[in-house]
């Protein structure tokens, strides 16, 4: 049964960190009005490319109120947010070094606060797919069912929507007004979009170069083993296609014999691996180039988040600092991860919800 009600949707992005969730929602036709993060540095990127305000705050300070002014009156709330749960992220670093953070997955019993007191109408969630076994996450789960939502979770496989990485995300989306679910696939293993799909047409550069074009596509410089390295490497394989001169001595314990997703090439005609925070060095995952002799640039890994080529990540005054960008990029939400999110958050509003804009 359809309910008449007359709001518009309305998205606030908690956690919002450069704008990737934040991106593919409005792509979807969403309007995010505001995005809160404790990092300042993301403000640039986070307002220059999404028409919304950045808020600069602490998840755990600023008050509920606060957060519920930024939507109008007459507005259907759909609160947003991936809170950070790696251990090593900027936000929880950040936390922690405050003394405020007592285990990892404190801040989504933050996100569970602000829902209690905001009571949104909508509501997705997106984070890392260890967090389903949990206990934290079924006591979420828990309280939300408890408050009459309607919710539907699953591991979506990125590939699946468009994003040319084997990234799996854990989504949750809850609703007051019926049933709601991420859409069915969008691609297929045979449709999937590749590395050479995404960064094939950018113009080679060397090992350590920045291409004259755009200041964002260069990569760091691979020492002198690593390039003999990189030389013996193969796209979709790994250092056991070395000599054994070249091999870390680590590789050669029983221990090390697992570890095969490191120092390798990725492959042209497939999906990249997972992109981390530290996809710009060769040695911390598959982040060698399929063809040329270097690591990942930092545009590449952009755009292999599914960000725009346009994208804006720093201001024209700003020299690019590696690590500083390698953290944002790889923490986002894969855009077209977040678009998938916003189609399924539409198609629930036109099927459950009658709204007026």
Known sequence: ?????????????????IGGLTHG??????????????????????????????????????????????????SLKILVGCAPCQPFSTYTHRYRKKGRL?????????????????YPDIISMENVPEL????????????LINKRYHIHYSVAFCPDYGV???RKRLVLLASLHGDIKLINPLFTKDTYKTVKDTIGELSPIENGERSKEDILHYCSKLTKINMQRIKASVPGGSWRDWDDSLQLNCHKKITGRSYLAIYGRMSWEKPSPTIT?????????????????????????????SFPPEYKFISPDCSPNTRSLGVKI????????????????????????????
Not at 132 to 143: D, N
Not at 330 to 355: D, Q, W, Y
């Open 330 to 357: 790889g923490n986002a939400v894969p855009v077209e991860l977040g678009r998938a999110i916003g189609v399924s958050i539409l198609t629930h509003i036109k099927e459950s919800v009658f709204c007026l804009k």
């Open 277 to 305: 925070t530290q996809f710009y060095g060769y040695g911390n995952g598959r982040f060698g180039h399929p063809e040329q002799d270097r690591a990942l640039s930092i545009r590449e890994g952009a755009l292999l988040q």
């Open 1 to 17: 049964m359809i309910q008449k009600i007359k709001k518009s949707p309305e998205v606030i992005d908690l956690f919002c960190g």
């Open 132 to 143: 389903k076994h949990e206990s934290i996450f079924h006591e979420f789960v828990q309280s």
């Open 25 to 74: 929602l409005r792509l979807a036709g969403l309007n995010v009005v505001a995005g809160i993060d404790i990092d300042a540095s993301c403000k640039y990127p986070y307002e220059t490319n999404n028409d919304a305000i950045f808020i600069e705050n602490d998840i755990e300070l600023i008050t509920s109120q606060t957060i519920n002014s930024y939507f109008n009156d007459n």
């Open 164 to 166: 040319p990485q084997l």
């Open 102 to 118: 007592g285990d990892k997955w404190k801040l989504l019993n933050l996100f569970a606060q602000k829902i209690d007191d905001i």
